[in-house]
Structures are given as structure tokens and as C-alpha cells.
């Protein structure tokens, strides 16, 4: 089997909240946003009859870099107890051109960051050292996200 994941799905409070995280501060595009009644198999936070909203936001990347975000609509779902990082957390990574600017961004939307940009070296698939920056944020859920750039 040749699997290709094709997007990430994350389940939000509110579609529009994170819409605008997705589109104004990383700069995704909406390909996809509609209210869905749940046929009740395939998928197990859903019975049938349920209402969700799917929106698929496209990064700039054509051939992945999508993100869907699905919010219960009725029933909603119970809001999560607080907890810190662990088994089964997602860590979305991401690569930008200007990491500076994604800073600003952020700074000026009040994101959360975690850690701010800051020089790592990794070492490359050729064995040679690789330098990079990045910075952590959660998005409007709590998702942690991974923003990268690689000078040059």
C-alpha cells in the first residue's frame, strides 16, 4: 500500500475562530466549508443525525499543507479538561519563507507562543549539519504548531 496523508482534520470549538488563525495568521486559503449531517458510522464522536461544520483550509503548498477543522455543531462536543502534552497529541510542523513576518503576525493577533524564534541546528538527510529557525504556538484550540524556516 502507498499511503499519502492528504490532510489533518482537527476537531475546534468554533470553525470561524479558527478559520481566521488559519487564513490571517498563516496565510491558509478556505477550499471547502460546509455543514454536514452525520450518516453515523466512520467516524466515532458522531451519531447519525448529528450536525457538524467541515471547513479545508490549503497552505501554499498544492500538493498538501491542507488542514481540515470540524466543529460540532448538535450536539456539541463537552469542553476538554485542562491537561498538559502528551500520548496521542498532535504537533502540526510547518515551513515558512518568513518567519519574522509569521512572528509579527502572531505577536500582533495574541497567540500564544510558546517559544519564540530561535536558531537549532538539525542534521540533514546528507548527514550535514542544516541550520534553521523556528518558533512554537498553540492555535486557538490548544493544537501545538512548529514553524520552521531554513535560511536560503
Not at 496565510?27 to 460546509?34: C, I, L, R, S
Not at 507562543?113 to 512554537?136: C, L, N
Request: aromatic share 6%; glycine share 8%.
Amino acid at each position: 500500500m502507498n499511503a499519502v496523508i492528504k490532510r489533518t482534520t482537527l476537531v475546534v470549538r468554533s470553525v470561524e475562530r479558527s478559520k481566521a488563525f488559519y487564513r490571517d495568521v498563516l496565510g491558509f486559503t478556505t477550499t471547502f466549508d460546509q455543514e454536514i449531517t452525520m450518516a453515523g458510522s466512520g467516524y466515532p464522536a458522531a451519531k447519525a443525525g448529528d450536525r457538524v461544520r467541515l471547513a479545508m483550509m490549503q497552505g501554499s503548498d498544492p500538493r498538501g499543507s491542507m488542514v481540515g477543522l470540524l466543529e460540532h455543531l448538535d450536539p456539541k462536543l463537552p469542553e476538554p479538561a485542562e491537561r498538559s502534552v502528551g500520548i496521542g497529541d498532535t504537533v502540526i510542523v510547518m515551513h515558512t519563507a518568513d518567519l519574522d513576518r509569521v512572528h509579527r503576525v502572531c505577536s500582533a493577533a495574541g497567540v500564544r507562543v510558546f517559544s519564540e524564534p530561535h536558531p537549532f541546528t538539525i542534521r540533514a538527510p546528507d548527514g550535514k549539519p542544516a541550520q534553521m529557525q523556528s518558533m512554537t504556538v498553540f492555535d486557538p484550540d490548544g493544537f501545538i504548531i512548529e514553524i520552521n524556516q531554513r535560511p536560503g
